[in-house]
């Protein structure tokens, strides 16, 4: 099992076995990481890795976790965003009895965004 020499914000230079590493990997930006607890201070450490330092890590047993992004990164943004005053409405919203058919019927009926400021204006 090859030794691998990482470092600690806490404690420096540690070394680890390829069972105490992860390499992640996204496949949508294709960018990598590695992590691993620190045998030391049991810190969790996460860091940045260049393809190179990808490939090396796997070649040599870390095993590799692929991520994606979530789709909802892709969908179309609609309204303004919500702010101080959304999210205290909301909480007041749902204080009251019914706040779920209250809800339901304002997504049903006339889609997402109702409620702040984006109904048709007649």
């Not at 404690?11 to 990997?25: H, M, Y």
């Not at 909802?72 to 959304?86: M, R, S, V």
């Not at 204080?95 to 400021?117: A, E, I």
């Amino acid at each position: 099992m090859a030794t691998i020499r990482a470092s600690c914000p806490e404690c420096g230079d540690v070394e680890l076995t390829t069972r105490d590493v992860r390499v992640l990997l996204c496949s949508t930006t294709n960018e990598g990481s590695y992590a691993f607890r620190c045998p030391t201070c049991r810190l969790a450490v996460s860091k940045p890795a260049e393809p190179r330092v990808v490939d090396v890590l796997v070649s040599s047993g870390v095993r590799l976790s692929v991520w994606h992004m979530p789709a909802e990164l892709d969908e179309a943004k609609q309204g303004a965003p919500i702010n101080y005053d959304d999210i205290l409405s909301f909480h007041e919203l749902l204080q009251q009895d019914g706040w779920l058919d209250t809800v339901t019927s304002m997504v049903t009926n006339s889609g997402p965004g109702v409620g702040r400021g984006t109904e048709d204006q007649a």
